[in-house]
């Protein structure tokens, strides 16, 4: 079993940037591909961001290629995202997934692993 904790969210304005974290507590993390995916109420859970097992590959969601970055460091066990030029639409709970030698799926089904997610507010 996996934990995976997420944290950096917060409430910015339009334009504003975030940095987003999620902790493994794992010392297996290298093993895995981590995504990172998000929910706004009344909608689906869409997917944002991928990284996979080796660091080596990305994959982004359309909007929001060119503003966000995704990245992982093994020695701290921790996948980052980072959020630029943010939009309202932006606004969503973001969570983080895990799967075990994974290529970095934009499916969330792929993922074996859930954090709880961190909520991310944008105001116009």
């Known amino acids: 079993q996996v934990q995976l904790v997420e944290s950096g969210g917060g409430v910015v304005q339009a334009v504003d940037s975030l940095r987003l974290s999620c902790a493994a507590f794992d010392r297996t993390f290298s093993k895995y591909s981590m995504g990172w995916f998000r929910q706004a109420p009344g909608k689906e859970r869409e997917f944002v961001a991928a990284?996979?097992?080796?660091?080596?590959?990305?994959t982004y969601e359309d909007s929001v290629k060119g503003r966000f970055t995704i990245s992982k460091d093994n020695a701290k066990y921790t996948v980052y995202l980072q959020m630029i030029s943010l939009k309202p639409e932006d606004t969503a709970l973001y969570s983080c997934?895990?799967?075990?030698w994974g290529a970095g799926s934009s499916f969330s089904g792929e993922y074996d692993y859930w954090g709880h997610g961190t909520q991310v507010t944008v105001s116009s």
């Open positions: 990284i996979d097992w080796s660091g080596e590959r990305t």
């Open positions: 997934a895990a799967e075990l």
